[in-house]
């Protein structure tokens, strides 16, 4: 299954990518949004291979973002697939800072956003982050997300409490704003 972007696409995670996005991963000590996975050695990404691979298609849909050279650069992924209630959350990472805002996110999410409701015919895709996240939030808001609650104090991370921020996307909303 590959998904064609301008400059990504998003494809079939093997386990050599696993590991080479585990190894390059990297940490903005000073603004951190999720806890860094510091110490763990490659059998953490051979275990999150395995984790993938069982729940792929039942619970969730987790693909690679490659650039078109083929390197693998970070991972999206429709999750907590529902589909008796047509609805799901998406996530993506990128691993390296250089990487980046370049737009490789948002194209990864215009991806995942036309499978999600076009091809698993999803009625609802939310998404979840934190507040002190604002390149995620600039990206769920530039593609239609709307901010429909907050987790107040929920995600204790480097020494301090975030709030949750819990975005939605109809697939009308979508619809109605897609490119």
């Not at 494809?11 to 991963?25: F, G, V």
């Not at 999750?79 to 993506?92: A, E, F, K, P, T």
């Not at 009625?123 to 390149?135: D, K, P, S, Y």
């Not at 987790?151 to 490119?179: F, I, P």
């Amino acid at each position: 299954m590959k998904l064609m972007g301008k400059t990504v696409y998003l494809d079939t995670l093997e386990r050599q990518d696993c590991r080479a996005l585990w190894q390059a991963t990297e940490w903005d000590i000073d603004n951190l949004t999720e806890e860094p996975g510091l110490g763990l050695s490659v059998e953490k990404a051979d275990e999150w291979f395995e984790e993938i691979q069982r729940l792929q298609r039942n619970r969730h849909i987790r693909l690679g973002i490659f650039l078109e050279d083929g390197r693998v650069i970070g991972d999206a992924a429709l999750q907590n697939l529902d589909y008796r209630n047509r609805c799901c959350s998406v996530g993506i990472g990128i691993a390296r800072l250089a990487d980046r805002a370049k737009g490789y996110g948002g194209q990864a999410l215009d991806l995942l956003l036309k499978y999600g409701f076009h091809c698993l015919g999803m009625e609802r895709i939310t998404a979840n982050t934190l507040e002190v996240n604002a390149g995620s939030r600039r990206l769920l808001e530039t593609h239609g997300f709307l901010l429909e609650g907050r987790e107040r104090k929920a995600v204790y991370l480097n020494g301090q409490k975030y709030d949750r921020l819990c975005y939605g996307l109809l697939r009308e909303e979508y619809e109605a704003g897609a490119k």
